[in-house]
T-cell receptor, first 114, second 114 residues
Framework: EPEVTQTPSHQVTQMGQEVILRCVPI?????FYWYRQILGQKVEFLVS????????KSEIFDDQFSVERPDGSNFTLKIRSTKLEDSAMYFC????????????FGPGTRLTVT | AQSVTQLGSHVSVSEGALVLLRCNYS??????LFWYVQYPNQGLQLLLK??????LVKGINGFEAEFKKSETSFHLTKPSAHMSDAAEYFC????????????FGRGTSLIVHP
């Protein structure tokens, strides 16, 4: 069964550094999403991406964050100048266009900022 | 705006006992409702969803949920718990006609005792 994959599974970085989290969507999916889950808290929406542009973003997704599909397959989340509070689990999700509104989630990347 | 409340961060049951995980939502429009399951070190997997039609929805692994508009609830049940059901369960709501981005609850950890 096709699945969403994410790399790395765990990333440790120092405060102020830049990180790039990568996601490989299911091949025929057209909608892409990033979510984060701070330990013990809710899963929070960050951004959605369709047709090579951001379609919706939350207030969490400020200028520190960016997304792109650099090669038409990978979907990346870049976090510039990381802060301690960016430590969280980051989930990529992808979905088909259409009425199901079902999203398929990857296993997540655990980001630890020290 | 929409929100989800999951009552109980942890639910403990014995193997073979009924599983009941509670979810209440608020939405200004008729909602779409979802239950996701997260096994350790994995992403979120869709268990079931309600969009329109029959209010009793059956999902994978023997789970079902009933949409009760009058109670603004979408509780998840399973008649007989298995050890393999131990996981984190998330209820989510989205608002068709506007943003389809789901809002997640905080999650309920299901513990199954032998």
């Amino acid at each position: 069964e096709p699945e969403v994959t994410q790399t790395p599974s765990h990333q440790v970085t120092q405060m102020g550094q830049e990180v790039i989290l990568r996601c490989v969507p299911i091949s025929n999916h057209l909608y892409f999403y990033w979510y984060r889950q701070i330990l013990g808290q809710k899963v929070e929406f960050l951004v959605s991406f369709y047709n090579n542009e951001i379609s919706e973003k939350s207030e969490i997704f400020d200028d520190q964050f960016s997304v792109e599909r650099p090669d038409g397959s990978n979907f990346t989340l870049k976090i510039r100048s990381t802060k301690l509070e960016d430590s969280a689990m980051y989930f990529c999700a992808t979905g088909l266009a259409g009425a199901s509104y079902e999203q398929y989630f990857g296993p997540g990347t655990r980001l630890t900022v020290t | 705006a929409q929100s989800v409340t999951q009552l109980g961060s942890h639910v403990s049951v014995s193997e073979g006992a009924l599983v009941l995980l509670r979810c209440n939502y608020s939405s200004s429009v008729p909602p779409y409702l979802f239950w996701y399951v997260q096994y350790p070190n994995q992403g979120l997997q869709l268990l079931l969803k309600y969009t329109t039609g029959a209010t009793l929805v059956k999902g994978i692994n023997g789970f079902e949920a009933e949409f009760k508009k009058s109670e603004t609830s979408f509780h998840l049940t399973k008649p007989s718990a298995h050890m393999s059901d131990a996981a984190e369960y998330f209820c989510a709501v989205s608002a068709p006609g506007g943003s389809y981005i789901p809002t997640f609850g905080r999650g309920t950890s299901l513990i199954v005792h032998p």
